[in-house]
């Protein structure tokens, strides 16, 4: 018996303060956050301290970390030279009665970073831009209707939050238009349908979706979307939240070869400090500064000298480069597990931000049991989620993920 | 409520409150004797038809069809779904009208009232009905049955939450109390189709701990985000079927809860 199958975790403290929790915190944990999402029982819940691509949760287990924050961890937890640089920061000035230099700066950096942008606005989270690239385009044509993909996750505002959750109504969905991914037919048809109503199109890079394997854009198909949303006078919304700075540091418009209008960003972009921005094109500036969107730390100073800081080193360690060879590591070492135990694996999405699931297990039945086995011996794999690579994770961490993997490929085979 | 939404409890009762006579008679000994005699078919019908539920009374047993019925059987005709629910809630003590057929089992029609009732005994029991384990346990289960059935009729019936029930994927969802009894519901295109027990091959499990979190569930007196973080229910398999039918459950509840 190797180690890796000696060691379970148990998570009875995690467990305990959720009980607590859930007795003065709605659903105890909420949002993506919410352990519903997960396997309660077989995955942690709180987090004691974090260092590298690991952490530590209140039981004293520790994990190589695949969710990096679900996201926004793309350096390394404690970063020192992000870190260093939101100390510098806070040392002077954060939340004042007027912004700061950095926020020119950091402006600065993005629109000479991302080809495609003229200026930059900055809020707090991913759902902030997404909400406020579509007032843009609502401001700049006049029009009202929004047509996003079914599926795609643009935050929690209402008109992006699916129907059937709390206090979400038919008319926040009023003006939102939906169509499948990839299928230019169906947008193209829907954008004769609705001819001069629509103001923009907002779309996920590629169809990262949960429950799912991750699809990528088919030939032609921003090409076709770009064309179509030139001639109808569409404005073009990149929500690259997700995907942003872990595919190009030119954006991931740039990676798949289309010029969004407007491009909206959070996650990576300040390795865990909370910042999010909106960049676009210079024939939008007059309506984007018409629109009235803001909130109390929105100019916070400390989020933008760590955003800053976090930019310069993902271009100047070649950390797009290392994770794209990390995730493949992972990915291709799963692969090669599920063959030699007898279980074909399938992979999706770009190797820094990958998923993957056993091909025939259609219901997640045993991808549950599998993350479940990985998880309580030391690698925090979301069963349902696509996972994360970050910049800190090595290969000697990838290799042990994989021995924490084989243990629980050989429980699987047992119970299947 | 507006008439959509009388429209739909009237359905629920029909649809999800009315079969659940068939548990209720093989399982209370009260209704066991009223129906002892009984050989006949009583239709519940709403003005032009649908709904309607015909239960079929046999050797003590009872059988419910839903939708139109073959012969001519006993038949009340409720006139509007306003008046359908208040009957169904106690309300009125106006009836609805038999036809021929029903007029020739007036002695039987009158008992109808009080066999009904006892759904009621056991879908909002009292404390001291709750107490004893065995119906405490059985109230559960008809809930549960309750659950699934309800389920159907207001997926496809109200326009609320159509636009939720068109995004449902396919598959089949079991609900099951550990160690307990168990429905399934089976969604396809939009429709439902909700049975008693467990499912063949579910495609996704809603599994409450043990009876009293099932109740409590059921009963609107539980954090279920909260329960599924400490694992007094748990969910496997393809969750957003679930995530689908939890804002219809819900609905539901709203409906029933006057």
């Known amino acids: 018996m190797s180690k890796a199958e000696e060691k379970l975790y148990n998570f009875d403290k995690s467990m305990e303060l959720f009980e ?37 949760d209140i039981d004293g287990n520790e994990f190589i970390d695949y969710m990096c924050g679900y996201g926004p961890m793309v350096l390394g937890y404690c970063n020192p030279v992000v870190d260093g640089a ?15 230099e950095v926020m020119v700066k950091l402006a600065r950096h993005l629109v000479e970073l991302i080809p495609t942008a003229d200026w930059a606005f900055f809020g707090k989270n991913g759902g902030d831009m997404t909400t406020y690239a579509t007032l843009v385009a609502r401001a700049f044509t006049n029009r009202k209707k929004i047509i996003m993909v079914r599926g795609h996750y643009h935050g929690v505002a209402p008109w992006c939050t699916p129907p059937g959750f709390g206090g979400i109504i038919p ?84 990676y798949f070869g289309f010029k969004p209008d407007l491009s909206c960003y959070c996650k990576a972009i300040a390795n865990g400090y909370p910042i999010s921005a909106c960049v676009g094109r210079k024939e939008l500036m007059n309506a984007a500064s018409k629109v009235f969107f803001t909130g109390s730390y929105w100019t916070a100073q400390v989020p933008m000298a760590a955003a800053l800081a976090t930019l310069q080193e993902l271009e100047n360690t070649g950390a797009i480069e290392k994770m794209k060879e990390t995730g493949t590591l992972l990915m291709e070492g799963l692969k090669e597990l599920g063959s030699r135990y007898g279980l074909e694996i399938t992979t999706s999405g770009p190797p820094a931000i990958p998923f993957m699931r056993f091909t025939e297990d259609r219901d997640f039945f045993w991808q549950q049991l599998f993350c479940s086995e990985v998880t309580r011996r030391g690698s925090f794999f979301h069963p349902h989620h696509n996972w994360f690579i970050s910049a800190a994770h090595e290969k000697e961490d990838i290799e042990e993920t994989l021995n924490h993997a084989e243990a629980a490929i050989k429980v699987l085979k047992e119970k299947i | 409520m507006n008439r959509d939404q009388s429209m739909v409890l009237a359905r629920l009762h029909l649809g999800a409150i009315l079969p ?61 779904a306003d008046f359908l629910n208040d009957v169904f809630q106690g309300r009125t003590k106006k009836s ?3 036809n021929l057929a029903g007029i020739f089992k007036a002695k039987q029609l009158m008992q109808v009232d009080s066999v009904l009732g ?5 879908l909002k029991p009292q404390p001291e009905t709750l107490a004893d384990p065995e119906t405490f346990a059985f109230c559960v289960r008809v809930t549960l049955y309750a659950v699934a059935f309800g389920i159907k009729e ?41 049975q008693r027990g467990p499912a063949e091959n579910p495609n996704a499990i809603l599994e409450f701990a043990d009876l009293q979190t099932a109740w409590d569930t059921f009963q609107g007196n539980i954090d279920t985000f909260s329960a599924v973080g400490s694992g007094r229910i748990k969910l496997r398999g393809f969750i957003p079927l679930i995530e689908g039918v939890n804002p219809l459950m819900d609905r539901l509840a709203y409906y029933l809860s006057d």
């Open chain 2, 20 to 80: 659940l006579l068939e548990d209720v008679a093989a399982y209370d000994p009260v209704v066991g004797e009223a129906i002892a005699g009984w050989n006949f078919a009583l239709q519940f019908r709403l003005s032009g038809g649908d709904p309607s539920t015909t239960l079929v009374f046999e050797e003590g047993r009872v059988t419910a069809y839903r939708g139109q019925f073959k012969g001519y059987p006993a038949t009340l005709t409720f006139k509007n």
């Open chain 1, 171 to 254: 008319e926040d969905h009023m003006h939102i238009l939906q169509v499948a991914w990839n299928d230019l037919d169906e947008f193209e048809k829907v954008v004769r349908q609705y001819r001069g109503e629509i103001a923009g199109f907002i779309a996920q890079p590629y169809h990262h979706i949960n429950f799912g394997d991750q699809v990528m854009p088919a030939p032609g198909y921003w090409e076709g979307i770009e064309r179509i949303c030139r001639e109808e006078g569409i404005v073009l919304i990149l929500d690259d939240v997700r995907a942003g700075f872990r595919l190009s540091m030119k954006g991931s418009g740039d």
């Open chain 2, 96 to 98: 609805p009208l038999p």
């Open chain 1, 86 to 100: 939101a100390a510098a920061q806070q040392a002077l000035a954060d939340c004042t009665t007027h912004p700061g």
């Open chain 1, 20 to 56: 607590e929790a859930a007795a003065i915190i709605p659903g105890g944990i909420y949002g993506h956050f919410s352990p519903t999402l997960t396997v309660p029982g077989f995955f942690p819940f709180y987090t004691a301290k974090a260092e590298g691509c690991r952490y530590t």
């Open chain 2, 118 to 122: 006892r759904l009621e005994h056991y």
């Open chain 2, 154 to 194: 207001v997926g496809e019936h109200d326009p609320e939450v159509r636009p939720i029930v068109l995004n449902l994927p396919d598959g089949t969802v079991e609900m099951r109390i550990e160690q307990g009894p168990a429905a399934h519901l089976t969604i396809k295109g939009g429709s439902f189709y909700p």
